[in-house]
């Protein structure tokens, strides 16, 4: 059974920073590119990042592009996602998922993915 459990969320005021990450169980984490998406309260859920099987080939949206970085360990099964000069508007649950298939190189539709974390809560205070 394939599990993500994601880390790092919290209260942060306007221009900080935090570190997310997601650790992943029961699939072989190395051949799956994996996404981060944020949902805001009233708002529909929302690509952030993606990162490929190699720590290269990554992809952003354009509201957070140049603020937030992907990463990933493909040793310890995590993926990350590095915010800095975090914005009010960043606040959400953030949610990382793996790819359906490992063909996918990088996804930023959520139906390119079919195994989604629990959740975790960023707030930034303005």
């Known amino acids: 059974q394939v599990q993500l459990v994601e880390s790092g969320g919290g209260l942060v005021q306007a221009g900080g920073s935090l570190r997310l990450s997601c650790a992943v169980s029961g699939r072989t984490f190395s051949s799956y590119a994996m996404g981060w998406f944020r949902q805001a309260p009233g708002k529909e859920r929302e690509f952030a990042a993606a990162?490929?099987?190699?720590?290269?080939?990554?992809y952003y949206a354009d509201s957070v592009k140049g603020r937030f970085t992907i990463s990933r360990d493909n040793a310890k099964h995590t993926v990350y996602l590095q915010m800095n000069m975090l914005k009010p508007e960043d606040t959400a649950v953030y949610y990382c998922a793996v790819a359906r298939t490992p063909r996918l190189r990088v996804g930023v539709s959520s139906e390119e993915y079919n195994y989604w974390g629990q959740g975790t809560q960023v707030t930034v205070s303005s």
């Open positions: 990162i490929g099987r190699g720590a290269g080939n990554t």
